[in-house]
């Protein structure tokens, strides 16, 4: 008997850590998964992109006062740049709108507008929760079905796999114009937002459904607008 629990131990002790092992592989590999589809929409340059319809933005936080914060500042930046190259014909501003005190996309729309876009080719999606809603919402709601990515490069990957998972078309160019205050816990939390979206593009995670009544990208964006 004495023998007995040591034994057992061990077999649960091996157990336990080919169980690991095994989850760590997985996870592994569906980060190489998400990269090596994702990195297939990656140019070098915004002149190496092909023209599309429309840039979608993905939100990435305010500062206290409203203004963009750098991570944002630059996507919109490069947005802007995008519109005035004539690469894309519109934008698609995607952040969290959930509360009255808590408005991504006003805040984008009002930069981009100040910045030269006409206010007819912006478009605004309030319920741009996560990168997956961001692109579900493009594809279900304003008919995209192809379209230039606009985010840093930590992200870039994962956002152009959830967009080809959704059935979106899509091409972008890192957009990182400065080092980045949270630029190492960004990147280390990517690992398990790409476990995320892999499940997500395989039925295997719940996914936001999407609601509200379609609305075309080729029509005027002040629609959008609250």
Request: hydrophobic share 40%; with cysteine.
């Given at each position: 008997?004495?023998?007995?629990?040591?034994?057992?131990?061990?077999?649960?002790?091996?157990?336990?850590?080919?169980?690991?092992?095994?989850?760590g592989?997985?996870?592994?590999?569906m980060?190489a998964?998400?990269?090596?589809i994702?990195?297939?929409?990656?140019?070098?340059?915004?002149?190496?992109?092909?023209p599309?319809?429309?840039a979608?933005?993905?939100?990435a936080?305010?500062?206290t006062?409203?203004t963009?914060?750098?991570?944002?500042?630059?996507?919109?930046?490069?947005?802007v740049?995008?519109?005035?190259m004539?690469?894309?014909?519109?934008?698609?501003l995607?952040?969290?709108?959930?509360?009255?005190?808590?408005?991504?996309?006003?805040?984008?729309?009002?930069?981009v507008?100040?910045?030269?876009?006409?206010?007819?080719?912006?478009?605004?999606?309030?319920?741009?929760?996560?990168?997956?809603?961001?692109?579900?919402?493009?594809?279900?709601?304003?008919?995209?079905?192809?379209?230039i990515?606009?985010?840093q490069e930590?992200?870039?990957?994962r956002?152009?796999?959830?967009?080809?998972?959704?059935?979106?078309?899509?091409?972008?160019?890192?957009?990182?114009?400065?080092?980045y205050v949270?630029?190492?816990?960004?990147?280390?939390?990517?690992?398990?937002?790409?476990c995320?979206?892999?499940?997500?593009?395989h039925?295997?995670?719940?996914?936001?459904?999407?609601?509200?009544?379609?609305?075309?990208?080729?029509?005027?964006?002040?629609?959008?607008?609250?």
């Open positions: 008997m004495p023998t007995t629990r040591p034994k057992r131990r061990r077999r649960l002790a091996i157990a336990a850590l080919v169980a690991v092992l095994a989850v592989l997985a996870a592994a590999g980060n998964n998400v990269e090596s994702g990195s297939t929409g990656v140019r070098a340059s915004v002149p190496a992109l092909d599309a319809p429309v979608i933005v993905l939100g936080g305010l500062r006062d409203g963009p914060s750098d991570a944002l500042a630059d996507r919109l930046t490069q947005a740049e995008l519109y005035r004539r690469k894309v014909l519109k934008l698609l995607s952040g969290d709108h959930g509360a009255d005190d808590h408005d991504e996309v006003n805040g984008m729309r009002r930069w507008v100040e910045h030269g876009v006409a206010p007819q080719d912006v478009f605004c999606d309030h319920a741009g929760f996560s990168t997956w809603e961001t692109f579900a919402r493009a594809r279900g709601i304003f008919g995209v079905e192809r379209a990515v606009v985010t930590f992200h870039l990957e956002a152009l796999f959830t967009a080809a998972a959704n059935g979106i078309e899509a091409e972008g160019v890192p957009c990182d114009a400065r080092t949270n630029a190492t816990r960004y990147e280390m939390r990517e690992f398990g937002s790409r995320k979206a892999w499940l997500q593009s039925g295997l995670l719940p996914s936001s459904s999407v609601g509200g009544e379609p609305i075309s990208i080729d029509g005027d964006g002040r629609k959008t607008w609250d």
